[in-house]
């Protein structure tokens, strides 16, 4: 065996030891002790509600409490302002019927662009302080994220950077695409209370923004929708969101997916996809915002080496249900959507400007410079006790970069035509591997007849 072979071979017995007795460790506590019920709030984490006076908190106790934040401008001011909400009792569908209150505050009239402190619970229990950045209400701003999926309890190697990224300050949101813990469910959904005690730092300090993964699946998706407080009301499962220059759709592929919670819901789905789309898509909110930005779970395209539907060449989520109803790719295609987030594949992989598997690259020196069709990126490798996925030997003439390593990716739109995307290694202790501006003078689907 090649020295290399031998080293890359040692690492991976040494993270699935330490993975093994990881888990092993989890599970002894888990099974030594009770849960404890408590009022002391825990799993505090911040959510955009969609406008930009405004931020929503939430978090959990075992036992019933009242909803208070209490929260002030920092530096400088004490917590001079009290914001009440409500609490929702969920009941885990375990075997155990695990039982805890999920607490949402949204607070009101902020200062765009102030810093603000703020700590939530009761007398009878607070979080300790955490400080938040409200958004800045201008399409004229940068705004930056973390973006990745796939990020468990066990092995989340991209947690430590993404932890002190963020405390320095470096985004301004995050973007979850799908695949939470691994799973919420296990362990009667202390594998979920865990997940969201580990991500707590990141999530409690900026807004942390979901879509549903097939990890989230169990007893109808109820520890996901439960859990998180995303805009709209369709329980977190699809939604939409403006931020800077950019319009940001989030929904679920699982729909597709797990049709016996109800095949109607992959209809209702695309019927919000499309009238959202035509709203975005006016010309006078493309002019204020003209990137449009999805986000879902499950790949279009890939080239994995696994039997998952972005394999297929008719992928369920790229071509839809029975007589090719419902698909996506022709949808977003229609209403000029920019950038394609997905995860699900445990591995980096940037494709080409691409529809119905032909490049439409914008020219051969400047590829992302007015493409001619969708740009996909899938960061599935935050870390997970799955660990990677491996890729077909020779690349597809449409994947661009391919990269099997832990990281995540890190986006800027810095402005309405250039947007910047980088993918960092953690493997190789932060380093940037891959990187591309994507530049557009024209947004829509009549910049598709630009594309060479």
Known sequence: MHRKGYQRGAKDFSRSMAGSLCFLFVLLSFLGCKSLRSTRPEQVHLSYPGDPNSMTVTWTTF????????FGQDPGE???HMAKGNATLFVDGGKLGRTMFIHRVTLRDLVPGQRYAYRCGSELGWSRNYVFQALLN??????????FGDLGLLNPQSLPRLQCETEMGLYDAILHVGDFAYDFDTMDAH???AFMRKIEP????????TCPGNHEEKYNFSNYRFRFSMPGNTE?????WDIGPAHIVSFSTEVYFYLDYGRDLVAKQFQWLEQDLQEAHKPERRKERPWIITMGHRPMYCSNNDRDDCTQHESIVRCGLDSHQYGLEDLFY?????LELWAHEHSYERLWPLYNYKVYNGS???????????VHIITGSAGCQERLDPFVPEPRNWSAVRIEDYGFTRMQILNRTHLWLEQVSDDKDGKVVDGIWLIKERHGPEAWCTGK
């Open 78 to 80: 004490a917590f001079s």
């Open 364 to 374: 051969t020196e400047a590829p992302y410079t007015n493409p001619g069709a969708p």
């Open 236 to 240: 977190s499962l699809w939604y939409s």
């Open 334 to 338: 229609k209403y000029g959507v920019d």
């Open 63 to 70: 036992d019933p409490a009242p909803s208070i934040v209490l």
């Open 202 to 209: 990141v999530a409690a300090t900026v807004p942390y923004m």
């Open 138 to 147: 201008s399409t004229a701003w940068s705004p930056r994220f973390a973006l």
């Open 191 to 193: 594998f979920g209370d």
